[in-house]
C-alpha cells in the first residue's frame, strides 16, 4: 500500500514554521553567557561582529532600532569595552563602531555555548531525523536569500 503525503497548506506550514523557528531561537537566546550584558546589547554586537564595522545609524538600521535606543546600547557596550569607536576617514561627524578584541570573544563564547547545546540536543535524535533536519537546513537557507 502507499503511503500518502500530507499535504500542508502553505500558510498553516508557515505559521508552525515560525512558531518552531521561535522557539528555537528563544531557547538558544537563553544560552548567552551569564553577566549584565543584554539580548539587545549582544543582537548589537552580533551585527558589528558580523559586519566588522558599521556606523551608529548602519546598526540602529541594522537593528531595527530608532537612533537614541541604539546610542544607548552602544553607550553601555563602550563602557563594557565591548564597542569601539573610530573616526570616519572622509566624514568629520561620523564614526565606525566595531567590536574590540573582548567583543569578538564574548561573540566567539556565545557561538560556542549555543553551537554546544544544538549539537546536544542533535545527538538526541535518530540518524533519520537528523537528516531531515540537514536537509531542512539547506532549504531554510535557500528561504533567507534574496
Known amino acids: 500500500m502507499n503511503a500518502v503525503k500530507r499535504r500542508t497548506p502553505p500558510a498553516q506550514l508557515a505559521v508552525s514554521l515560525r512558531d ?6 528563544r531557547r538558544l537566546r537563553q544560552t548567552r553567557p551569564l553577566g549584565d550584558v543584554t539580548i539587545a546589547q549582544i543582537s548589537a554586537l552580533q551585527s558589528l561582529d558580523t559586519a566588522g564595522a558599521l556606523t551608529p545609524r548602519e546598526l540602529a538600521e541594522a537593528e531595527r532600532v530608532q537612533p537614541p535606543t ?17 573616526p ?3 566624514d568629520g561627524r561620523q564614526v565606525f563602531l566595531a567590536p574590540t578584541a573582548e567583543g ?38 535557500r528561504l533567507t536569500r534574496d
Not at 70 to 86: C, F, H, P, S
Not at 105 to 118: F, G, I, K, N, V
Open 88 to 90: 570616519h576617514p572622509t
Open 70 to 86: 541604539m546610542t544607548r546600547i552602544v553607550a553601555k557596550l563602550e563602557d563594557r569595552g565591548l564597542v569601539q569607536r573610530t
Open 104 to 141: 569578538r570573544a564574548l561573540m566567539s563564547e556565545y557561538r560556542r555555548l549555543r553551537d554546544e547545546w544544538l549539537a546536544r540536543r542533535l545527538a538526541s535524535l535518530d540518524p533519520d531525523e537528523r537528516e531531515v533536519l540537514r536537509r531542512a537546513a539547506e532549504i531554510l537557507d
Open 20 to 25: 518552531a523557528i521561535t522557539r528555537l531561537q
